[in-house]
């Protein structure tokens, strides 16, 4: 279980590879809204959940780090905050109509945070649970988008502009979480080193067995995960 980011712009070459290798056992991917997939990890309809978080682990099992995201803003050539050729300020974004995630109209949301703490009261033409509506909208003229940088591409958005997002949005982790009880086969365990290289599947066997603590190693960014998954 997991989100649409995860299940449409991450998974793919995970699952793919973990395919080829068990070409005996099928996946069964549930794409759900942030805030539909820890609760549906903890009724049982899920072997593992994939979430993200600003700071703390999310609960709900063992919380193993994948890797860290930034946000990035999208906006149509010839766009305002095109020309500045540069990361804009949360005033200048404030400035214009956002479009963003479902999940940032929420009150805890790290986004509306940061525009709160600063005074500001942005205004949000749209919000959507898919990233490709958001740039869809973005495309119409709608509004500034705000959302995930594994989103978006060079190559398929190249009709689009990517900046940085402003630095004070804090950086996002995502994670694996396996319930504690739950007992996973070896082809989940390579499920989750095809999306974090960096993980030992004997570590995440000894953490999940109770036998070792949650020692994890430093999650790479989502700019050298990709690269060396490209590579």
Not at 119 to 144: F, N, S
């Amino acid at each position: 279980a997991t989100t649409h980011t995860q299940a449409r712009f991450v998974l793919p070459p995970a699952i793919g590879a973990l395919s080829r290798e068990y070409p005996q056992v099928g996946v069964q991917l549930q794409s759900l809204p942030d805030n539909d997939v820890l609760p549906h990890l903890a009724k049982g309809h899920a072997d593992i959940a994939i979430v993200s978080s600003v700071g703390t682990a999310p609960s709900g099992g063992h919380a193993v780090p994948l890797y860290r995201w930034r946000r990035v803003v999208v906006v149509p050539k010839g766009h305002a905050l095109a020309a500045a050729g540069r990361a804009p300020s949360l005033d200048e974004l404030a400035a214009h109509p956002i479009i963003s995630y479902h999940s940032s109209s929420q009150p805890e949301s790290s986004l509306r945070r940061a525009f709160t703490e600063r005074g500001l009261e942005p205004t949000v033409a749209m919000t959507a649970h898919d990233a490709d509506l958001i740039k869809t909208y973005v495309r119409t003229g709608l509004g500034v988008g705000i959302l995930a940088e594994m989103a978006v591409s060079a190559v398929a958005d190249s009709d689009l502009v990517a900046l940085p997002a402003p630095a004070v949005l804090p950086e996002c982790t995502a994670w694996a979480v396996v319930p504690k009880e739950r007992v996973l086969r070896r082809y989940a365990f390579d499920l989750l080193r095809h999306v974090a290289p960096q993980l030992d599947r004997h570590d995440l066997q000894r953490v999940l067995d109770g036998h070792q603590a949650s020692e994890w190693p430093t999650p790479p960014s989502w700019v050298a995960l990709s690269q060396a998954i490209t590579n």
